[in-house]
């Protein structure tokens, strides 16, 4: 990465020899005729985050970042120009059928040893950073009854067992007016069985249904499974009550204080850092993700590979356009073939609705220099640092072993996080760089900003500033350990992230490819 850096000079960031655009650094962004160290002059005004090319561009000729091509000039583009979308034609996605399958899997890290966290750790052997009771529903409809409920258990209940962290309602969309034997109809409902098994939930499984609803509380809950405990009653139906409202809140708030009394006997253990399942997503995304807090995530996610942990990327639209890069990495074959299986999937489930992966790309990705889906994919993908790729997960599935895993899931960053929760993650980390206040109940939230001006507007939401990166103030590596040591702060609960402070999290929401009836 090459940074012209002084204090009050023109600033841009080149990523890779072979780019022929660079993106400027400087805060108010530079006006037209501006100058750099270099001898470039902008032609244009140029916002903080947006291109400026460094070479004339004919028609047709490709624009390259991250040394690989983002599009083709539909008109001549002089140098020094402000590179926009609308003078891009993007190029066609990656073929699936020509991929290199595991042609570059790169060596195992010399391992960590001796790193450790504090944590809970649960009868199926997964550990928990955070002692949550969590209480699974099965359809809507109850979802206004519980969350009175829950209202009333962290005021009067919650209080009187001080090692439980917090009650969580996973409430939902799903359970009723569905078509519960559709193709596709397995993704939620295994999505709902997998949250209630979230390692940060201590195994105390308590379902609320009400009782005429498609999805039955026995198909969340399956006797003989080690993650969860059943000994006690767990099950509760809103249409069981003979006395109306208030009998329902009485029998929620007796079966959660039983479990309630069992998980405030848990104590944090020393744990080794291998017991971290890391979630990593980015939202509100611009052109610095990719050159900041995306590659600090990705020398942090190395760490913890090196250390044993397990640490998922995701996001499909946002991988789909380099998966060349991702399948060149995977260990095997099969995992390789696995990335194109999900590739494949979604590709088709996107032209069912008339769509492409180019939809992704937000108003705001394009306001903050994001031109279109292939640079924002280049700058997704550099999450997952330079380690081979493990394993592949299906939406909804659960991980079954430590590394490196893509969870296969939609860009959408609550159905993301939903997603990732399922598949068992105890700590999630998100980058962003046009701000978010996005969260999660069931998991600390790590926030990262791509920028220090966001860093410094939003000083009680973002807990890192990786945009010290691109002000020369930091490095990727410095960043990358700085991550480490905050995700196992964290994880021990020796530091609360600001969305745990503010208890800010999103809805779960649950994919549904399937048929509403």
Request: proline share 5%.
């Amino acid at each position: 990465m090459n940074l012209i850096q002084h204090a009050d000079s023109p600033r841009y960031i080149r990523l890779h020899e072979r780019d022929n655009v660079v993106v400027v650094v400087n805060d108010q962004g530079v006006p037209a005729g501006t100058e750099f160290d270099n001898g470039l002059v902008t032609i244009d005004n140029v916002p903080q985050s947006h291109k400026v090319n460094t070479v004339d561009i004919p028609e047709g000729g490709a624009v390259i970042r991250y040394g690989q091509t983002i599009g083709y000039a539909l008109q001549p583009i002089p140098r020094g120009s402000w590179v926009k979308e609308d003078q891009l034609r993007m190029p066609s996605a990656p073929p699936l059928d020509s991929l290199p399958l595991s042609t570059d899997v790169p060596g195992r890290g010399e391992p960590l040893e001796g790193f450790t966290f504090e944590g809970y750790r649960n009868a199926d052997g997964t550990v928990g950073t955070r002692n949550i009771l969590g209480i699974t529903t099965t359809v809507q409809c109850v979802t206004g009854v519980l969350d009175f409920a829950v209202k009333r258990i962290r005021e009067e209940l919650l209080p009187k067992y001080p090692s439980v962290d917090d009650v969580v309602a996973i409430t939902h969309t799903y359970g009723c007016g569905v078509a519960i034997t559709a193709k596709d109809a397995y993704i939620p409902i295994r999505t709902v069985r997998n949250l209630a098994r979230n390692p940060n939930l201590g195994g105390e499984a308590l379902v609320i249904g009400l009782g005429c609803e498609k999805l039955q509380a026995e198909q969340v809950m399956h006797q003989n499974d080690p993650s969860v405990d059943l000994s006690d009653e767990w099950m509760y139906r809103l249409q069981d009550s003979k006395h109306g409202f208030n009998e329902m809140i009485e029998q929620i708030m007796e079966l959660a204080e039983v479990r309630l009394k069992k998980l405030d006997q848990r104590r944090r253990e020393t744990v080794p850092a291998s017991e971290l399942i890391l979630g990593m997503q980015c939202g509100g995304s611009d052109a610095f993700s990719g050159i900041t807090a995306n590659p600090a995530l990705g020398y942090a996610s190395d760490l913890l590979l090196r250390a044993g942990a397990t640490v998922m990327f995701s996001e499909v639209t946002e991988v789909r356009d380099a998966i060349y890069l991702l399948t060149s990495r995977a260990e095997t074959t099969e995992v390789a073939e696995e990335l194109v299986r999900e590739m494949d999937w979604y590709d088709r489930y996107l032209a069912k609705g008339e769509a492409d992966r180019s939809a992704n790309t937000t108003p705001g990705n394009k306001k903050g220099g994001l031109s279109n889906i292939v640079e924002k994919s280049l700058g997704s993908i550099v999450k997952s640092g330079n380690s081979a790729i493990n394993g592949v997960l299906g939406p909804g599935e659960r991980v079954n072993r430590k590394g490196l895993i893509f969870c296969a899931t939609p860009a959408s960053d609550f159905v993301c996080g939903t997603l990732q929760l399922a598949a068992g993650m105890n700590l999630h980390v998100f980058t962003t760089g046009r701000g978010t206040p996005y969260g999660l109940a069931m998991s600390p939230v790590v926030k990262v900003s791509t920028r220090t001006e966001l860093a410094h507007r939003w000083p009680d939401l973002i807990d890192i500033d990786a945009g010290r990166i691109a002000t020369g103030r930091a490095s990727i590596e410095d960043l990358g350990w700085e991550l480490f040591h905050f995700y196992l702060d964290v994880a021990s609960g020796k530091k609360k992230t600001w969305t745990e402070h503010y208890r800010l999290h999103n809805d779960i929401t649950l994919f549904n490819p399937a048929p509403i009836t």
